[in-house]
């Protein structure tokens, strides 16, 4: 047997055939392994494949992964179409076709020609009968599939970056109109949730004595505050600042709670929880690291003093607002004017000023410091002398003044209960804060002879050496009036008159001057009116109009009954006379002191003339028979008020007390002098009310100490060349 071609022929139609010597076709799977492993899915060999792949050219310049598989299906679907037309004729020559040797059989699978050969190539194939020839099948033709078009990705990322600038260019476009056309209104509604405002207060003005010394002023502390919305759990730090601040724990958390701004829907962000905290103790509560709590600058008043001058000086409250005292008379020069920092703040944890944000200070404008007509070594001697004296007396009150005499100037004022000005609250009563010179309004008593006996000196009712006898009582309206010391119708000298104070001489006296001229007198010394020395609430007193009197009136109100007075007011007209008959406004301001230093002296007081020099002379002359007559005929009323070493005129009186109104019990004991007499340089009034009626014993006590005190202070010298005059109560 000859051999085999190792590949098959190929015919016209591409089918292949056997070798020239007759070699028949073999079943797939059983031929050669070159076979096997160029079989194809489509049922072609790789040879087939490339056979039409070499006549279909494509275009080999493109870049498409899947191009060369493309081809190869292209060119299997034109060698179809070209090996069609021949099969019929390709059949028809194999029915002829006698050959020796092996032949195939071609068999069509999945509608392809493969060549199927024979298991044993020893025995040859059946030869077919001779017959009429069957067309072959025609294989049915598939539409090709198209193959999927690939987009291009160029046109993705056109497409993509057009996307994208449009969707960049809204958003610059929108940014714009917001930066430009709305940004004050979008700025200005959440203005109010960043902005925080912090007060800055503004030191206080201080309150001086005459040389300079602090009575009152404001030292630098701290205030504690919090911010209810940043404090997570209230009662927390309410318990860690109680012991610190010496405020109940529930008192600080109801503080903390969370509240509306009044008329607003905004929650309050800052609240108080204590003022003028000791520097120490801030640093101590900053240690704590608290949420929500601050510490910011504040100020603190404190008293040097404590108790001196208290009743004149005042309080102010927490927010440093004049309460009472001159701190509240003078608030408005005093407080000066507060400032202001507003600022944007973050949110939440970021509660900080926003750098670049909206900030505005107002700086604070320091208040104007007083300076007063008060000694403060002087007031603390007077308020000492006075409490020493008034603790002989229980539930006594008792007030004190002292007036330089050419000046008018209030020198020293004291009232008797006082308190601690660092702690106002601790009092029995309010009334103990009360200025006690010029709120307590008594029935002057014996004192107001000095007012009768002036004002006849100047019209001439009466001259220094005048007498007249005098009986004992006397009898008006009904109303018996009767002297302490009998003269049993004796004829006494006008300086006796007033040593004994006589009320019966005194009434005759009057009822030569009149009514309307005793009233006259009565205002030009002052009575009846506020002094404006510059406390608030100042009493004024009261006046009986000439309407009003009585048949009694002739005989009470010469002799310092039915008038109402305060110790200041009796003070300042015993000034006058002292002042050589001038009456001086009597006042405690001396000058203000600006923020910058600059000095600005206080109005002059108002001045009047009373009495002439003369007269004021002679009725001084007249009152030194109070603190000097002692003999066989009687002892003064004011023995207890004579100063060693110097000349002191005055004058006793009881009166009564008088409140909302109405008579109080026991007695008003007062004296009211002036030294030198001579030549007068102070004057000294001191009263004492005691239910008892216990005053009268211990108000010249406590004048001599108060005048000795001030003579010396001052360092007036003695009257050694000046002897009191002698005088004869009952001249013969």
């Known amino acids: 047997m000859p051999p085999r071609s190792d590949e098959p022929r190929r015919d016209a139609t591409g089918s292949r055939r056997g070798s020239s010597r007759g070699a028949e076709p073999r079943e797939p799977g059983v031929g050669g392994i070159s076979d096997a492993r160029a079989y194809t899915p489509r049922g072609r060999t790789i040879r087939e494949g490339g056979a039409e792949q070499r006549r279909t050219p494509r275009d080999s310049r493109s870049g498409d992964p899947f191009r060369p598989a493309l081809q190869v299906l292209d060119g299997g679907r034109a060698a179809r179409g070209r090996r069609e037309p021949a099969a019929a004729a390709e059949s028809a020559r194999a029915g002829r076709r006698a050959v020796g040797g092996r032949a195939g059989v071609v068999r069509t699978v999945s509608a392809r020609p493969v060549h199927e050969p024979f298991d044993d190539e020893d025995d040859p194939p059946p030869r077919r009968r001779p017959g009429p020839r069957r067309p072959a099948a025609r294989r049915p033709v598939r539409k090709p599939r198209r193959p999927p078009r690939l987009g291009d990705p160029r046109r993705r990322l056109r497409l993509a970056t057009v996307l994208a600038l449009t969707l960049f260019a809204s958003i610059g476009v929108r940014l714009v109109y917001l930066q430009?056309?709305?940004?004050?209104?979008?700025?200005?509604?959440?203005?109010?949730?960043r902005v925080k405002v912090i007060d800055l207060p503004a030191p206080r003005g201080a309150?001086?004595?005459?040389?300079?010394?602090?009575?009152?002023?404001?030292?630098?502390?701290?205030?504690?505050?919090?911010?209810?919305?940043l404090v997570k759990d209230r009662f927390a730090p309410a318990r860690a600042l109680s012991p610190l601040l010496?405020?109940?724990?529930?008192?600080?958390?109801?503080?903390?709670?969370?509240?509306?701004v009044p008329g607003t829907d905004r929650e309050d962000e800052f609240v108080y929880l204590a003022r003028g905290v000791e520097i120490g103790t801030a640093k101590q509560i900053m240690a704590l690291d608290l949420a929500g709590i601050g510490v910011h600058r504040d100020e603190r008043r404190e008293v040097p003093g404590g108790d001196l001058a208290a009743n004149m000086l005042g309080f102010v409250s927490q927010d440093m607002n004049g309460l009472e005292g001159l701190e509240a008379k003078y608030d408005d020069l005093l407080r000066g004017e507060a400032g202001k920092r507003t600022y944007e703040a973050g949110l939440g944890d970021l509660a900080a000023p926003i750098p670049g944000g909206y900030s505005s200070t107002t700086q604070p404008r320091p208040g104007s410091s007083l300076k007063l007509t008060v000694d403060r070594d002087l007031q603390f001697m007077t308020q000492r002398i006075l409490a020493k004296q008034v603790a002989q007396v229980k539930g006594s009150v008792a007030a004190a003044v002292i007036m330089d005499v050419p000046t008018g100037e209030v020198l020293a004022q004291a009232s008797q209960p006082t308190y601690d000005a660092t702690?106002?609250?601790?009092?029995d009563s309010p009334a103990d804060r009360d200025d006690k010179a010029t709120s307590f309004v008594v029935d002057p008593g014996s004192i107001h002879k000095a007012i009768t006996y002036g004002a006849a000196l100047q019209e001439g009712v009466i001259r220094p050496d005048t007498t007249f006898p005098v009986a004992n009582t006397v009898v008006l309206g009904g109303v018996q009036f009767e002297d302490t010391h009998h003269a049993n119708g004796r004829v006494m000298s006008v300086p006796g008159m007033l040593a004994f104070s006589s009320n019966v001489a005194t009434i005759e006296i009057a009822d030569k001057l009149g009514r309307d001229r005793l009233i006259d007198y009565q205002k030009r010394f002052g009575l009846g009116q506020p002094t404006g020395e510059g406390l608030p609430g100042e009493a004024s007193g009261r006046l009986l109009p000439a309407d009003e009197w009585s048949g009694s009136s002739y005989g009470s109100v010469p002799i310092g009954h039915s008038v109402d007075a305060t110790p200041l007011q009796m003070a300042a007209a015993y000034n006058a006379i002292a002042n050589n008959g001038t009456y001086v406004q009597p006042h405690l301001i001396k000058e203000t002191i600006g923020p910058d230093g600059t000095r600005t002296p206080a109005a002059a007081p108002t001045t009047r003339s009373v009495l002439s020099p003369a007269n004021a002379a002679a009725l001084r002359r007249m009152l030194e028979a109070v603190t000097t007559v002692d003999g066989p005929d009687g002892r003064a009323t004011g023995l207890a008020a004579a100063v060693p070493g110097y000349r002191v005129a005055g004058k006793t009186g009881t009166g009564l007390r008088y409140d909302n109104g109405k008579q109080q019990p026991g007695e008003v004991g007062s004296f009211i002098g002036m030294a030198p007499a001579e030549k007068p340089r102070y004057v000294v009034a001191v009263f004492v009310w005691s239910p008892g009626g216990e005053g009268g014993a211990v108000?010249?006590?406590?004048f001599r100490e108060m005048m000795g005190f001030t003579l010396r202070h001052y360092r007036v010298p003695p009257s050694l060349t000046d002897k009191s005059p002698k005088f004869e109560v009952f001249p013969r």
């Not at 309150?207 to 919305?229: K, M």
């Not at 010496?246 to 509306?260: E, I, N, T, W, Y």
């Not at 108000?699 to 406590?702: I, K, N, R, Y």
């Open 699 to 702: 108000a010249a006590p406590a």
């Open 180 to 193: 430009t056309a709305n940004s004050p209104a979008y700025a200005d509604g959440g203005l109010p949730n």
């Open 423 to 427: 702690a106002p609250m601790k009092v």
């Open 246 to 260: 010496g405020v109940p724990a529930s008192d600080l958390a109801d503080r903390m709670q969370r509240r509306k």
């Open 207 to 229: 309150i001086l004595d005459r040389t300079g010394e602090p009575l009152a002023h404001s030292v630098e502390a701290r205030y504690v505050f919090a911010d209810p919305p």
